[in-house]
């Protein structure tokens, strides 16, 4: 990747890149000098910060798979959905095993900051969206209830991030009335939403919560993976809770999709800078799973809109659009989202939509 430094921050440690704009050949050979406003979705002239506050206390971090190593950059982006902290964040492949993460990151210390209370997986209520809550909800149902196929009638799932636990409320509505559901979620404030809605939930770790080990038949990390310090530490607590022959399902974004590739220089809804600390294709899923004790069921992909509609609000907010063009593109935005499912659904039939979904297991039977 040919890349010019803008910028250093010495706040956060790290250079700021840009890579070359297209057609900077070009103009070296006819002696042109004017560079385009916008070059493959990053920005090229310098702009005040828009965030809110003092910077993020940040740290820089090892590959999780690899350990120190050698990494790319791939984008410099900001929190263009909550503008928590004017800090520009950076996220890096490694050279040795293609995981894609945020180096540096904002310290454990920082994440009431970086989840501010309007954050939408606190509080993801049908008052709340709408039209697209109800669609949601059902699909989701589907899913779950596909994924847990198979258990028996005194089975026990757990859901490890769960969130205002949309997922779990899904669950005991729907599967069966036998099943013992519960969650892990360490944020107080989704916690007591949770437990608002009458469901047994972990306010803590999984590692800390009071789970005996080997109980467990099914767990799911949904839309949780990518937000944890340790990935790789996370699956080995969930193997020592899941039964013998006791099944994982993973969803998360995933950077093998067509959204990552035209939007991952800035914009891309994936990064969801700077929450997102880990990001996945099917080879380094894979390769978490398996350093986490678990061996690989199957890796698929599953459709969701949310990065397409997400990436397109990203660069209006980025280039300063005007409200009106910038208000549909959003969680609440249900023709938006349409849109967005219908043109992933196409790609899913190539086996590239816009989200990974894992299955994996616990040796044994």
Not at 190 to 199: D, E, H, V, Y
């Amino acid at each position: 990747m040919t890349a010019e430094v803008e910028a250093t921050d010495d706040r956060a440690g790290y250079e700021r890149y840009v890579p070359a704009p297209r057609g900077a050949f070009l103009r070296r050979r006819t002696g042109g000098d004017a560079p385009p406003r916008i070059a493959r979705g990053w920005r090229t002239v310098a702009r005040r910060p828009r965030g809110r506050g003092a910077p993020l206390r940040l740290e820089s971090v090892p590959c999780d798979l690899c350990g120190p190593t050698i990494v790319e950059p791939l984008a410099v982006g900001e929190d263009f959905e909550y503008w928590t902290s004017p800090d520009a964040f950076l996220a890096v492949r490694c050279t040795t095993c293609g995981l894609v993460y945020l180096d540096p990151r904002p310290t454990v210390e920082e994440l009431d900051r970086i989840y501010p209370p309007e954050y939408h997986a606190f509080d993801f209520s049908e008052e709340r969206f709408g039209l697209v809550y109800k669609v949601r909800e059902r699909l989701e149902a589907r899913r779950v209830l596909r994924w847990a196929g198979g258990l028996s009638d005194d089975a026990v799932i757990l859901d490890v991030g769960c969130g205002d636990g949309f997922h779990l409320d899904l669950l005991r509505r729907y599967g069966r009335g036998t099943w013992t559901v519960q969650g892990v979620e360490p944020d107080a404030r989704a916690a007591s939403a949770a437990r608002a809605r009458g469901l047994v939930v972990h306010d803590t770790v999984l590692a800390d919560a009071d789970i005996d080990p080997g109980s467990v038949d099914l767990a799911f990390l949904i839309q949780t993976i990518e937000h944890v310090p340790s990935p790789v530490e996370l699956l080995q607590q969930v193997h020592d809770v899941l039964a013998p022959g006791g099944r994982l399902v993973v969803v998360t974004d995933n950077v093998g999709s067509p959204d990552f590739r035209i939007f991952r220089s800035r914009h891309w809804g994936g990064y969801h800078f700077p929450r997102h600390w880990h990001l996945y294709d099917r080879t380094t899923l894979a390769a978490t799973a398996e350093a986490g004790g678990l061996e690989v069921e199957s890796i698929g992909t599953v459709v969701s809109p949310v990065n397409w509609v997400y990436s397109l609000r990203n660069m209006l907010v980025d280039l300063r659009a005007p409200e009106w063009a910038i208000r549909p593109l959003s969680l609440e935005g249900s023709v938006a989202l349409a849109a967005g499912t219908v043109l992933d659904s196409a790609f899913q039939l190539a086996g590239r939509g816009a989200l990974l979904r894992g299955v994996f297991r616990r040796p044994g039977s």
